[in-house]
């Protein structure tokens, strides 16, 4: 395999015609270079170099070599700068999974100021909920993802993913303007254990986070509909189709057709952190980006 080293002895040789300026350019004795050149004859299998009175000329061998040597050189150097935005956390590629909710305001607005900083880094945004999401940061096809966790569903983040707290959720319930109990400030599950439920999710661990919590309250809940679509579940509750649980983190979308309540239950209240592959190597990247999700996290007041 040709040296990379010996490549730029040879550059400087051809650029100054002679193994003396060659040396001079490059603080190396003459014999050193010569003995660089030598070596990369044998590693190339032909002679690059022809000696005559008034110092060397290239080979045609030599002539294709520098040629190559000068794309691969300018490819070297390209991937020092890249390697350097990556240290530097201002260039590179990041890949970040966020899962519905967060995609209403949080993710949005982090990757809005994220990009204003970063201008350089090569953002890849794939919407992705917390099981699948800590799985693929496990496997490294993910850099960072945004990922939570209820008190009344046991967590199954792997041990190779580490989470990083942004910020507590707690969940409101959403009523259609003309509910029985849109009058009232705060509500409890046990108001609502008559109610139909449109459920925000359709699939995963979260699943059973409803349904703990009302049981827990006392009642089976009656589900009338599952869905990941938030418009869906949104329609469904505009119509007077069934009530629902509504993020905080979604409140600033919510349409004014529908009535918004606080819970007082603390089983419906999530933990959002982001999670990251474990490890003493951080991404500076998905740093900075977790930088700007905490900020998000406290101006929206979470």
Not at 162 to 168: A, F, G, Q, T
Request: aromatic share 4%; proline share 6%.
């Amino acid at each position: 395999m040709l040296d990379v080293a010996r490549l730029r002895v040879l550059r400087e040789v051809a650029r100054h015609g002679s193994l003396t300026g060659a040396a001079a350019a490059m603080s190396f004795t003459v014999s050193a270079v010569s003995q660089q050149i030598t070596v990369l004859e044998r590693e190339a299998g032909t002679r690059l170099l022809e000696r005559h009175a008034r110092g060397v000329r290239l080979t045609e061998a030599g002539w294709a070599l520098i040629r190559h040597t000068d794309v691969i050189l300018a490819e070297l150097r390209a991937a020092e700068t890249s390697l350097a935005a990556i240290a530097h956390g201002v260039g590179g590629r990041l890949r970040l999974g966020s899962f519905t909710t967060a995609n209403a305001t949080l993710m949005p607005r982090a990757v809005r100021a994220f990009q204003r900083q970063y201008p350089q880094v090569e953002l890849e945004l794939v919407e992705i909920d917390t099981d699948e999401a800590t799985a693929a940061v496990a496997a490294h096809e993910l850099d960072l993802a945004l990922v939570y966790e209820f008190p009344v569903v046991s967590s199954r983040i792997p041990p190779s993913v580490e989470l990083s707290p942004l910020l507590v959720d707690p969940l409101h319930v959403a009523l259609p303007a003309d509910h029985r109990l849109a009058y009232r400030e705060h509500l409890r599950l046990t108001d609502l254990a008559e109610d139909r439920w449109i459920q925000g999710v359709h699939h995963g661990s979260t699943i059973d986070v409803l349904p703990r919590a009302c049981r827990k309250a006392g009642f089976e809940p009656r589900i009338a509909f599952r869905t990941d679509d938030q418009m869906t579940v949104r329609g469904l509750v505009a119509a007077g189709l069934g009530v629902a649980l509504a993020p905080s983190l979604t409140l600033p979308a919510i349409p004014s057709d529908l009535v918004i309540r606080p819970l007082s239950d603390p089983a419906l209240t999530r933990t959002v952190s982001a999670a990251t592959p474990a490890g003493p190597y951080r991404l500076p990247s998905a740093m900075a980006m977790i930088d700007h999700l905490r900020r998000v996290a406290e101006d929206l007041g979470l």
